[in-house]
Nanobody, 118 residues
Framework: QVQLVESGGGLVQPGGSLRLSCVASGIIFSRYGMGWYRHAPENQRELVAVIGRGGSTNVADSVKGRFTISRDNPKNTVYLQMNSLKPEDTAAYYC????????????WGQGTQVTVSS
């Protein structure tokens, strides 16, 4: 019943932009912090950006100044705006929801592929 569905990935040239979206269903969205992770075949899974229930944000140093995370609670949606893309940003990007609390639940989306290549 719980689903996180990502969209917006694709092939883009270096310096280009993409906006990823993740729509959540089956959860009370406002109770969850939301994050974006990425995983390239030769790298570890990396936390890219996170946004808390109250809207506070943090981004990884590798994408600071280029990526922005935001959320729209009435639409149950979290976004990742990706600008000035580099080849090293190429990865599968995953949406993550986490419920704050001692027994908080967490959920993952299926992922969307981002490829940055000339």
């Amino acid at each position: 019943q719980v689903q996180l569905v990502e969209s917006g990935g694709g092939l883009v040239q270096p310096g280009g932009s993409l906006r990823l979206s993740c729509v959540a269903s089956g959860i009370i969205f406002s109770r969850y912090g939301m994050g974006w992770y990425r995983h390239a075949p030769e790298n570890q899974r990396e936390l890219v950006a996170v946004i808390g229930r109250g809207g506070s944000t943090n981004v990884a140093d590798s994408v600071k100044g280029r990526f922005t995370i935001s959320r729209d609670n009435p639409k149950n949606t979290v976004y990742l705006q990706m600008n000035s893309l580099k080849p090293e940003d190429t990865a599968a990007y995953y949406c993550h929801a986490y419920e704050v609390g001692l027994r908080g639940s967490e959920y993952w989306g299926q992922g969307t592929q981002v490829t940055v290549s000339s």
